[in-house]
């Protein structure tokens, strides 16, 4: 069985991002991508911070039909899930919409 790796394990980046986050009174979006569950998971658990302010995470997944075969680990509770036909529109919307209701 071959073992994944992260070819970009989020932590370091999550760690470095999140104090700019908590310190400015500012709103963003950051992307950090990986195909392993843990990482992402991980970088969840980092925004989850216990000494500061939380900051929203999300995770949407792009679901599609190569799923199985591939090397990404889909996630196992996202909060939004896209199908692969959903126009880009409605995938936007539904991001955002998920986005302001966790900021309000």
């Not at 900051?55 to 199985?68: C, M």
């Amino acid at each position: 069985m071959m073992r994944l790796r992260s070819a970009c394990a989020p932590s370091p980046k999550v760690r470095s991002v999140v104090p700019s986050f908590t310190s400015a009174p500012v709103d963003g979006v950051v992307n950090f991508t990986s195909p392993l569950r843990a990482e992402r998971d991980r970088a969840r658990r980092i925004m989850e911070t216990d000494d500061g302010p939380r900051i929203p995470f999300l995770e949407a997944y792009l679901s599609g039909p190569n799923d199985a075969s591939s090397q990404y680990e889909p996630p196992e509770h996202p909060e939004v899930t896209l199908g692969e036909q959903t126009a880009l529109e409605e995938r936007v919307n539904r991001v955002l919409e998920h986005l302001m209701r966790q900021i309000r």
